[in-house]
Structures are given as C-alpha cells and as structure tokens.
C-alpha cells in the first residue's frame, strides 16, 4: 500500500520562505517521478514542479526561480523548497509519486499572508 506524508506547511508573510516534504513508503521510490500540485479556492489543479528519477527538474512559470523541488531516495522523501512567497502562492499542495501510476498526498496547506 503506498503512502505519502505530507507536512510543512503553515502560515507566512509575503516574501518569506517554507519547505514542504513528503514521505513515501510502499513504493520503488528512486524509480519514481515526483510532482507538487497545488489548488487554490476555486481553481483546478496545477502543476507546480516536477523531478525525475534522474533528478532532471521543471518548473511552472509562476514558481521558476522561487521554489527548488529536491529528492532524497535514501530517505523517500522529496521537498519543495519555497523563497519569497506571494500572496497568490496561497494554495493546498499536493505531493505526487508515479511509478507506474499515480499516487497522491493528503495535502498540505500554505497561506502567504500580505
């Protein structure tokens, strides 16, 4: 049964910074490819950023050069590293784990307070 932890999340001002982890376990996590998604009121889904098993990164527009997704396969974990948050990067985040499908966090959610 595979399952992620998510947790980091949490309260802060405008250019301030967080990480966001998430655990796996009960999957072939250095086979994996790792996303975050995020949701905020009202909106669909998008995706934030992405790493391969080759630790190969992409990144949407809106986060390019803010966040920084990161793995550690010794641990199952990956992160999202996140420096001067904006009002709009208020959303709940999801971690994603696909190998071969895909497996979703509970999410967690980030308030950027102005």
């Known amino acids: 049964q595979v399952q992620l932890v998510e947790s980091g999340g949490g309260l802060v001002q405008a250019g301030g910074s967080l990480r966001l982890s998430c655990e796996a376990s009960?999957?072939?996590?250095?086979?994996?490819?790792l996303s975050w998604y995020r949701q905020a009121p009202g909106n669909e889904r998008e995706l934030v950023s992405t790493?391969?098993?080759?630790?190969?990164?992409a990144y949407s527009s809106s986060v390019k050069g803010r966040f920084t997704i990161s793995r550690d396969n010794a641990k199952n974990t990956m992160y999202l590293q996140m420096k001067n948050l904006k009002f709009e990067d208020t959303a709940v985040y999801y971690c994603a784990v696909r190998h071969p499908q895909q497996y979703w966090g509970q999410g967690t959610q980030v308030t950027v307070s102005t």
């Open positions: 009960g999957i072939d996590f250095s086979r994996a490819t």
């Open positions: 790493i391969t098993p080759g630790s190969n990164t």
